[in-house]
């Protein structure tokens, strides 16, 4: 595995969750996603673990957060529809704090959009899908090296914050063939979820615990407890009462927020000194390289600030990379979904979006132009 | 009786969560009580049993038992338990649902469950009726019948549990009703006893919104009417199709144990994939640990 050879994103994405220790995967096909699904039906029943094709996206989900309470991790993959099916469970997920990967490669929408066609939509749907307050994380690669990493980076975060982590991947880089090198196995930091070492009776499945994050039994260790989409008590069991509801719904939050140094992931490049600042992810984030590359050798003081954590959003990293800017650009495959949060950072006065939804990728040229243009 | 109570007692949550969120004299209790006779006559360790549910009034149920238990979304209870049973082959899955949550919502799942025979035992408490929402109309809401949602009568006609479950593959399906505990105790256990997917339907009742809608009486008023309603399926299988209209047919529709089970199947793909034993592996350092 360690000698070069060519992969595309997808194929890549589903070797990271292999090479993570993902065992399970729940789904149903959708372009372009599928390839995932069909690399994990061809090499899951190799490495002892579980591939099936549910019925439908909601079951996909559903299956997969039935086998993370059996104590093996899970993902599934999808597509736009598959993915808004699949909001309710993600809440669930987040509810119940089970660990679950999704991955959604992401294709032009609305509806049945054009599932071939490149987009990068579902960004706020991946932060405010499912109904109510809850954090989330979702990181998004630029790279088939990328793909690797970051799905093993998104299972062990999954699995570290007992949280749903989503993983946006835009049909270019899912579909995109390059050269990768991926590291030999015993190179590859691959965390546990914690368990319990407390007697059974002893255990509180959504007790208060070392940064926020209880330990996770696996159903059939010994350990019986309930798991419920209701607002629980420390123990697990329903509560209405507002002195068990608010403990739980800020330690959650603060699991997530309290972690963020250690969750976000970003590259900076020729950011000092910059007057002006590119915010990009995934596919676009090529293109936004591209032209700095281009505006650079023209003496141009421009620098690329490349995302890979989405959320929780990285205002920190923003506000201070951009704080001497006089223009960024956030170039888009949407209509401006992380510019909006970029704007509430730096002010929407030097923001200037570069969009596209026409599911074509934003070419360098149309980021340099919003570079040159008063 | 004394006994019994006596031994239902060890696998409740008795100091958690209790008195029960049902109405006095609902039926659920007893379908409650039937499985865990079910369980305790097999001698399962509860360490190894998972009760699993949707959303209602039925899928109340897994809070009170002392086992590994799962309530989820709305419909979905199969699906979850179909994920856990191919990541734990070893557990015993029982899987909790009302006629709405099973057959509406769930319809999907249910009859995709039944079709992949996975091992998994259902339960579908059946009381014609959305409870938990206040009586609106259920998939097995018999027709002419009113609910707050059909205040001029059902034109739906209902589902037929045990023929949907047996043409989409499951390889036991049994009914009974609430009033029949011990024969519904023993089709559980039957269930649990089948290697691949059961249905055991549980004729219940809703007397505080179904019962109250149709002007059925209360509890014991129901309860009565389904045990007169009610008929053996061998004394079913003499009378015309006329005579049985309106009957609640009780008895065992089908069984068969040769087909093979889901999770076995997928063994047999591990093994020749070459990761059975690491399946295996997986499986021991899960279990019990304390
Ligand atoms: S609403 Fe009906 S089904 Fe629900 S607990 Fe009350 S009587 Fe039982």
Redesign the interface.
Known sequence: MTTPKMMQGNEACAAGAIAAGC??F?GYPITPSTDIAEYMARE???????F?Q???E??GL???????????K?MTATSGPGFSLMQ??IG?AAMAEIPCVIVDVMRLGPSTGRPTSPSQGDVMQARWGTHGDHPIIAVAPSSVDECFGLTVRAFNLSERYRTPVILLIDEVVGHLREKVTLPPPDQIRVLERL???E??EWYKPYGSAPGDVPALA?????????????HHDE?G??TERVDEVRPWTRRVFRKIKGNVQHIVRYEAEGVEGARTIVVAYGAVARSAREAIKIARAKRRKVGLLRLQTLWPFPTRVVSEVCRNAQRVIVPEMNLGQMAIEVERIVGDRIVRRVNRIDGELITPQEILEAMETK | MGNEKHSAYDYLRHSKKFPSVWCSGCGIGVVMGAIIRAVDSMALDPNDVVVISGIGCTSRMPVYLDFNTMHTTHGRALAFATGLKLARPDLQIIAVMGDGDALAIGGNHFIHAARRNIGITSIVVNNSIYGMTGGQVSPTTPMNMRASTAPYGNIDPPFRIAELSIAAGAAFVARSTVYHSQELEKYVRMGMETPGFSVIEAVSYCHTTFGRLNKLGGAVEMMRQIKDASITKQAADKLSAEERAGRIVRGIFHHDSSRKEYTELYRAIQENAGGAELADGRIQKMEMTF
């Open positions: 065992r399970f729940g899951l029943p190799k490495h002892g673990g579980v099936i549910m019925e439908d909601i079951a559903a299956a997969v957060i039935g086998a993370s309470v059996g104590g093996v899970a309710e469970n669930y368990r319990p070492t007697p059974p696996p159903f059939g260790s010994g350990y019986r407890y309930h798991i419920t989409g209701l123990a069991f329903p």
